[in-house]
Antibody, heavy 119, light 110 residues
Framework: EVQLVQSGTEVKKAGESLKISCRGSGYMFGVFWIGWVRQMPGKGLEWMGIIFPGDSDARYSPSFQGQVTMSVDKSINTAYLQWSSLQASDTAMYYC????????????WGQGTLVTVSS | QSALTQPASVSGSPGQSITISCTGTSSDFGTFDHVSWYQQHPGKAPKLVIYDVSDRPSGVSNRFSGSKSGNTASLTISGLQAADEADYYCSSYTTSSTLVFGGGSKLTVL
């Protein structure tokens, strides 16, 4: 079964750093893109960017460029999303998902990582 | 910035069919050939129900279908069931080499 399993809920303070993870299983991790999607409380889905584990080619939405960093460790089939200095406005659910192409559909999705940032 | 427009809400009775639209501009989305649709139940992760405008992933009910006309893509759900009540999002590749989601449509089964 193709599966993406994300790291658990995070509660942080503004100004702190954070790195969340997404581990793929059941498929060749290195040949499919991994995308990250934000969903703020009660709001819709926002595409943050996508990374190709094979060569770490990362592409960011202009809205998130410079705000977050995507990375991968293909030796352990894991993708990461990190912040160097969190803000209260980063409070959201973050999903990873397997991408069929750089800007294509996502299937499957991880279960989501809830990040809460207090000011 | 590129935008995909969906109705905020749609509703229908059990057994009926409903259609959710997703509209963009050709300058932002080209020929609109890379539209996908996702279903999201409350508290759950999104689930792919349609890709490449009208293709259905394995395991998704054939009650879900997709189409497009010009710069509007549509998701149709036939034989509406209570379990279909959820939020639905379209997404598409953009000519600026990004991906955009629509604002989402809340489906209520009456």
């Amino acid at each position: 079964e193709v599966q993406l399993v994300q790291s658990g809920t995070e509660v942080k303070k503004a100004g702190e750093s954070l790195k969340i993870s997404c581990r793929g299983s059941g498929y060749m991790f290195g040949v499919f893109w991994i995308g990250w999607v934000r969903q703020m409380p009660g709001k819709g889905l926002e595409w943050m960017g996508i990374i190709f584990p094979g060569d770490s080619d990362a592409r960011y939405s202009p809205s998130f460029q410079g705000q977050v960093t995507m990375s991968v460790d293909k030796s352990i089939n894991t993708a990461y999303l990190q912040w160097s200095s969190l803000q209260a406005s980063d409070t959201a659910m973050y999903y990873c998902a397997r991408g069929m192409g750089a800007y294509d559909w996502f299937d499957p999705w991880g279960q989501g990582t809830l990040v809460t940032v207090s000011s | 910035q590129s935008a995909l427009t969906q109705p905020a809400s749609v509703s229908g009775s059990p057994g009926q069919s409903i259609t959710i639209s997703c509209t963009g501009t050709s300058s932002d989305f080209g020929t609109f050939d890379h539209v996908s649709w996702y279903q999201q139940h409350p508290g759950k992760a999104p689930k792919l129900v349609i890709y490449d405008v009208s293709d259905r992933p394995s395991g998704v009910s054939n009650r879900f279908s997709g189409s497009k006309s010009g710069n509007t893509a549509s998701l149709t759900i036939s034989g509406l069931q209570a379990a279909d009540e959820a939020d639905y999002y379209c997404s598409s590749y953009t000519t600026s080499s990004t991906l955009v989601f629509g604002g989402g449509s809340k489906l209520t089964v009456l």
